[in-house]
């Protein structure tokens, strides 16, 4: 049985993605802030003994260290990761992006992905085995797409240079780290942010979900290090 520790699992995608993993015989830790804990109960409440739910700061270590120990002692060792945790903030092109709007894209997009990397790297390379999957966005290909929010570009490029300079450093330990890169994905609050949209051309939670799975799983042993557009019918 496969246990996968989801960050962000209290966001617009998040749910989705650990009710997938759960339905399909998971063990899942849902990870999420603070500011979410209702919705994390509402997981836990829903879901039962398979998912085991957290509120953490996820740029912190020691933070995420003490969820870890919760994961071992609650579900077992890790066996995959999904590191959702990000945010996005745009609207201004970079000469009038303030310092506080640069810190804030590195912190919940880079830093989040950095923390989770190096807390449930240690364990799998022990054990030989593991996958995780960090989300980018389309913009790392398409940078054009990301004119008025370069802080949030440039963040989720580093994202996945991260994630495949890692995949590198771990390929010889049984450890598997990829990236997906979604456009718009359809959630309540992208409809509510971009009214005018078509959501129909975006990505469905449910098909990210069942992407992010198949990297997670046996099914795609075979890959690591890639970087992977998931764009729904936003090709222009």
């Known amino acids: 049985m496969a246990i996968v520790v989801v960050s962000g699992a209290s966001g617009g995608f998040g749910p989705t993605l650990v009710k997938y993993l759960i339905a399909r015989g998971d063990r899942v830790a849902a990870l999420g802030s603070r500011k979410s804990e209702e919705t994390l109960r509402g997981l836990q409440k829903e879901l039962g ?25 609650g579900l077992g060792s890790p066996t995959g990761g999904a590191l959702l945790a990000g945010g996005f903030t745009g609207g201004h092109p970079l000469h009038e992006t303030d310092d506080a709007t640069w810190q804030q894209m590195l912190s919940v997009n880079l830093e989040t992905a950095r923390r989770g990397l190096q807390a449930l790297l240690p364990g ?14 389309q913009v790392v290909e398409r940078p054009w797409k990301g004119a008025g929010s370069a802080a949030y570009t440039a963040s989720k490029a580093a994202v996945v240079a991260l994630a495949r300079a890692v995949a590198a450093e771990v390929s010889s ?6 990236a997906v890169m979604p456009s718009a994905i359809d959630t309540p609050s992208n409809r509510a942010a971009m009214p005018k949209a ?26 690591s290090g890639a970087a992977l557009p998931v764009y729904g019918q936003v090709l222009s």
């Open 124 to 137: 799998m390379i022990s054990r030989q085995s593991g996958s995780i999957v960090v989300v980018g966005s």
């Open 49 to 73: 003994a398979n998912c085991l739910t957290v509120a953490l700061d996820a740029t912190s270590a020691s933070e995420w260290k003490a969820a870890l120990q919760r994961v071992e002692q």
């Open 173 to 178: 330990s049984g450890v598997r780290i990829n």
């Open 198 to 223: 078509d959501p129909r051309k975006w990505v469905s939670p449910e098909s990210l979900a069942e992407f992010i799975g198949f990297l997670l799983s046996e099914a795609a042993k075979d890959i």
